[in-house]
């Protein structure tokens, strides 16, 4: 039986993964600062850790006998939608860069053989409207938007520096932003779907909600179970350096509230206000994961349609508590 440890499994993309990898008959260590908000953790065993502290990444990595992990996928960052992401420029070059620059140390000596890093499309540079997507090498010369594409940046360096010198297997993914049920919808770290579903959530027909930034972002969404199935392809295969994995459905960030909206079915008005927006546009080519047989099955209407229903029962239970 394989075994594997995922870091962040706490999170929303980690607890999906802990799910799937369960499915597929692997042993999982499940580890984070907490545990998962919105249902158990499927891993065999979850162990509350902070792995900014090496010793922690070392205990986290030495297998239930003392053995090494398969796989270890490294998803823990300190990590959020764009406000967040504004917000807190030092949290995340200080926290996440700890946890990546620990593990990946303390995976090599354990002697893991295969390790995936979640990198994020926040490595490419900002975009024109209608500007040809960018393939992985476009990430050179590297110009990111924000503080947490340039640390996945040296995070993506840091663990192929430990690949050929130390043998280990790096699979790096550059996700699309992810979004479905159990992501975080409120408290300040969710992302725009996720944000937008809350609000129209909580008006009533005809209410107006606020959108920051003028509307007229573009940007792609990719439903959990097509990143989830896009990590294992990734994992399982034999492509080194970065791959990107995401849908190709580009909207901007009006037509998302849109949708959402129509979804609802509630009449929502849209007011513009000041507020971190990130990059015009970002579109990125997917031949690599593509090459995979990865196939994107989730239409941004069908994903936003379970994702709206999980958040308008997350709203109702928050109402009744
Ligand atoms: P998430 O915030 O739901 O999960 C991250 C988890 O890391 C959280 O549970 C958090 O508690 C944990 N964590 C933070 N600091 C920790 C620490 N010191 N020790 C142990 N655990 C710690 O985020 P997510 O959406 O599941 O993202 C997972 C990964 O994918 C992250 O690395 C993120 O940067 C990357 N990513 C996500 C998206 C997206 O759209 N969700 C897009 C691009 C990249």
């Known amino acids: 039986m394989k075994k594997a440890l995922v870091c962040g499994a706490g999170g929303f993309i980690g607890g999906h993964l802990v799910r799937q990898l369960k499915k597929e008959g692997y042993w999982v260590r499940g580890v984070d600062l907490k545990k998962p908000e ?64 620990h593990m990946i140390h303390s995976s090599a000596n354990a002697g893991v053989k295969r390790y995936f890093f979640s990198s994020s499309a926040c490595v490419y540079r900002d975009m024109e409207y209608n500007e040809l997507e960018l393939s992985e090498e476009n990430a050179y010369p590297a110009l990111p938007d924000n503080e947490y594409g340039w640390e996945k940046l040296y995070a993506e360096r840091m663990a192929m520096a430990y690949g050929r010198r130390f043998g280990l297997t790096i699979r790096l993914a550059r996700f699309q932003n992810c979004y479905g049920p159990e992501g975080t919808w409120k408290g300040g770290r969710e992302k725009a779907p996720a944000a937008l579903c809350r609000k129209i959530a909580e008006a009533k027909d005809n209410d107006t909600i606020e959108i920051w930034g003028d509307g007229t972002a573009m940007r792609a969404y990719t439903y959990i179970d097509d ?44 007011k513009h206000i000041e507020g971190p927006v990130g990059v015009k546009a970002r579109n990125f080519r997917i031949d690599r994961i593509s090459s995979l047989g990865w196939i994107s099955q989730f239409s941004l209407r069908d994903g936003l349609t379970k994702t709206y229903s999980w958040i308008k029962d997350q709203v109702e239970i928050n109402k009744s508590n």
């Open 38 to 101: 919105f249902s158990p953790s499927a891993a065999d065993e979850f162990l509350i850790l902070d792995l900014r502290e090496e010793k922690n990444c070392q205990t986290a990595i030495l297998g239930p006998n003392h053995e090494s992990f398969d796989e270890v996928y490294q998803l823990a960052a300190d990590m959020g939608g764009m406000g967040f992401i504004h917000a807190a420029e030092c949290e995340i070059m200080h926290n996440s860069a700890l946890i990546n620059i």
């Open 227 to 270: 990143m989830i199935e896009g990590i294992r392809m990734l994992m399982d295969s034999d492509i080194e350096n970065g791959v990107n994995i995401g849908r190709q459905e580009y909207v901007s960030v009006d037509e998302l509230a849109k949708t959402i909206a129509e979804i609802s079915g509630k009449k929502i008005n849209l």
